[in-house]
């Protein structure tokens, strides 16, 4: 029986809001964010790895980021966990108005709050790569993309473009090579 994976690299990610962030469901509540079932805000690992695809695609290709995230073909090269909030997570009420297009002026009934996880919160993720054998094109497009998200490129959950999803990363990596009992 061949193994799935003979080299693993664990990045164990901690980040701090440099600005809100909104997480939320597609139900179209604006009103409360994503929390678990133990009362924990959370930001899903599928809008983590879609923030990271998308910059992949558009800066190595996207033969890179099917390898990395998958494909309709084949099963991606990186696992990405769902990042948890400190318990202690503050969430905030943002007034926002919604726009008429045609008009240009404010829709009736369209003012609503949106909430959002405050600036200074944190959050911890784990990304953990695998492959039968190393790959150092892939780790670098990884470590670029952590990088991108740190300086600000990627940004992370909705309304991004309003100002929101700022996130500052603190990485912590380790490598495992299977052949190596104790690593096993």
């Given at each position: ?16 809001c ?18 678990g079932?133990?009362g924990?805000?959370f ?5 983590l ?22 494909s309709?073909?084949a ?37 609503f ?29 990884v ?8 300086s600000?490129?990627?940004r ?6 309003n ?22």
């Open positions: 029986m061949n193994p799935s994976f003979w080299y693993a690299v664990r990045y164990q990610v901690e980040a701090q440099l600005s809100p962030l909104r997480t939320g469901g597609t139900d179209g509540d604006t009103e409360t964010v994503l929390t079932p133990d924990v805000h930001l899903q690992g599928s809008s790895a879609g923030g990271f695809r998308d910059w992949v695609t558009g800066c190595w290709g996207p033969e890179m980021a099917g390898t990395l995230f998958g309709n073909q099963e991606g090269s990186l696992v990405i966990s769902d990042g948890r909030f400190d318990s202690r997570t503050a969430v905030q009420q943002r007034p926002r108005l919604r726009i008429d297009r045609v008009r240009g002026t404010a829709d009736k009934g369209g003012k709050d949106l909430a959002q996880v405050a600036a200074g919160s944190r959050f911890c993720f784990e990304m953990v790569w695998r492959g039968t054998e190393l790959c150092p094109e892939q780790q670098q497009a470590k670029a993309m952590l990088e991108a998200m740190n600000g490129e990627i992370l959950g909705a309304q991004k473009n100002g929101l999803g700022r996130v500052q990363l603190t990485v912590h990596q380790k490598s495992f090579d299977m052949h190596q009992e104790a690593d096993r």
